[in-house]
C-alpha cells in the first residue's frame, strides 16, 4: 500500500509551512519527521514539531503515488493540473509573501481539491484520510468534505488508521492466498488450458504459466486478485493495426476465469461500450466471459512493477 500525506509545522516561527510526502507507512514516517526515530527529510527538521493533516491512500500502485505526489508538489508544472491551477484565487501580495502563500496549508489543500477532480486521478477512486488534529473548519477542507470523487473518512485518530491499514493488509493477504489456491486447482483440472489470444481482438499472444516466471517477476498477483502478465512475444500482432505506435505489451487476465485480454483492449471495448469518448481509460471493466467487475484501477494494480521487471 501506497500513500501520499501532508504535514503542518506547529513551531512558531515557521507556522506557514507544510511538507507533502509520500510512504508506505505513514505513522512510521510522521515520527521520523518528528525526530523520534532516524530519518525523515532534511526540510522537515528545523521545523519540528509536524502535525499530520490527511492522508490520500488507495492507488493502484507505486508509481500513480509517486506522480500524485509530485503533481500536489509542483502544481505550476504538472500536466495533469497546471491548466486549472489558474482556478484558484491568488491574493495580490509581494513576491516573498507569495512564497509563503504558495507554502501554506490553504494553497495546499486547493491544489488537493482540484487533484483529485482531475481526469487523471478522479477514476482511481481515492480513499482521504483525514485526522482529528486537522482544521476541519477551513473552507476548502470543508470543500474537499464534500467530494463524491474520493471516498472520505474524517476525524480519524492514529490508533483508528493503524487498525484499518492492518485489516487491509490482512484483506488482501487473504485474498492473494485464495487467488493462488484457485490458480492451483484449475490448473490442475485434465484438460483446462488458458486462452492463447486476447478475447477481444482475437490475436495471439504466449502466456506461460511456469515458475520459471514467477522467479522472473512475471504474473505476480494484484492485491485486489486480478493478475497481470507481460506478453512472452515482442513480435506479436498488434490488438489494432492503426495503433501499431501505441501498443500496450501488458496483458490483464481475470482472476475469476482467467480470461486475458490486452489491456489496451480492454479499456477500448468498456469505453465504447459506454460511449465514453472523452476519457483514456474506463472507470471501470467487466469480464466479459463471467462478469467480474472492477474499477480499473484495480485492474492495474502492479502493472508498473511488471513494466519494470521486464524492461
Known amino acids: 500500500m501506497f500513500f501520499c500525506y501532508?504535514?503542518?509545522?506547529?513551531?512558531?516561527?515557521?507556522?506557514?509551512?507544510?511538507?507533502?510526502?509520500?510512504?508506505?507507512?505513514?505513522?512510521?514516517?510522521?515520527?521520523?519527521?518528528?525526530g523520534e526515530i532516524k530519518g525523515g527529510a532534511k526540510f522537515t527538521k528545523r521545523r519540528r514539531p509536524w502535525q499530520?493533516?490527511?492522508?490520500?491512500?488507495?492507488?493502484?500502485?507505486?508509481?500513480?503515488?509517486?506522480?500524485?505526489?509530485?503533481?500536489?508538489q509542483n502544481p505550476f508544472s504538472s500536466n495533469f493540473i497546471k491548466n486549472n491551477i489558474e482556478n484558484i484565487e491568488i491574493p495580490k501580495m509581494n513576491k516573498k509573501k507569495l512564497q509563503n502563500y504558495y507554502s501554506s496549508l490553504k494553497f495546499k489543500l486547493e491544489v488537493l481539491n482540484i487533484l483529485i477532480n482531475s481526469k487523471v486521478f478522479e477514476r482511481i477512486n481515492l480513499n482521504i484520510y483525514i485526522f482529528n488534529n486537522s482544521p476541519t473548519d477551513d473552507i476548502i477542507?470543508?470543500?474537499?468534505?464534500?467530494?463524491n470523487i474520493a471516498r472520505i473518512i474524517n476525524n480519524m485518530n492514529f490508533e483508528e488508521f493503524k487498525n484499518i491499514i492492518k485489516e487491509k493488509e490482512k484483506k488482501e493477504k487473504k485474498?492473494?492466498?485464495?487467488?493462488?489456491?484457485?490458480?492451483?486447482?484449475?490448473?490442475?483440472?485434465?484438460?483446462?488450458n488458458?486462452?492463447?489470444?486476447?478475447?477481444?481482438?482475437?490475436?495471439?499472444?504466449?502466456?506461460?504459466?511456469?515458475?520459471?516466471?514467477?522467479?522472473?517477476?512475471?504474473?505476480?498477483?494484484?492485491?485486489?486478485g486480478m493478475v497481470i502478465e507481460s506478453s512472452a512475444n515482442e513480435d506479436v500482432e498488434k490488438c489494432d493495426k492503426n495503433e501499431k505506435k501505441n501498443r500496450n505489451?501488458?496483458?490483464?487476465?481475470?482472476?475469476?476465469?482467467?480470461?486475458?485480454?490486452?489491456?489496451?483492449?480492454?479499456?477500448?471495448?468498456?469505453?465504447?461500450?459506454?460511449?465514453d469518448v472523452f476519457n483514456l481509460v474506463p472507470k471501470k471493466a467487466d469480464c466479459f466471459v463471467c462478469g467480474n467487475s472492477l474499477i480499473w484501477s484495480d485492474w492495474v494494480k502492479k502493472y508498473t512493477d511488471q513494466y519494470k521487471v521486464n524492461k
Open 175 to 192: 485474498e492473494n492466498n485464495i487467488n493462488k489456491d484457485i490458480d492451483d486447482e484449475l490448473l490442475s483440472l485434465e484438460g483446462f
Open 249 to 275: 505489451e501488458y496483458i490483464v487476465k481475470c482472476n475469476i476465469c482467467k480470461s486475458p485480454f490486452h489491456m489496451i483492449c480492454l479499456a477500448n471495448y468498456e469505453l465504447e461500450r459506454n460511449n
Open 141 to 147: 477542507l470543508t470543500d474537499i468534505l464534500k467530494s
Open 52 to 72: 499530520l493533516i490527511l492522508v490520500v491512500s488507495n492507488f493502484p500502485n507505486k508509481i500513480a503515488a509517486l506522480k500524485f505526489e509530485w503533481a500536489w
Open 6 to 34: 501532508i504535514l503542518s509545522s506547529l513551531n512558531e516561527k515557521y507556522l506557514n509551512s507544510t511538507y507533502i510526502g509520500f510512504t508506505d507507512n505513514p505513522l512510521h514516517r510522521i515520527r521520523q519527521h518528528n
Open 194 to 224: 488458458i486462452p492463447d489470444k486476447c478475447l477481444i481482438c482475437e490475436e495471439l499472444f504466449n502466456i506461460n504459466n511456469d515458475k520459471n516466471n514467477e522467479k522472473n517477476g512475471i504474473g505476480s498477483e494484484a492485491s485486489d
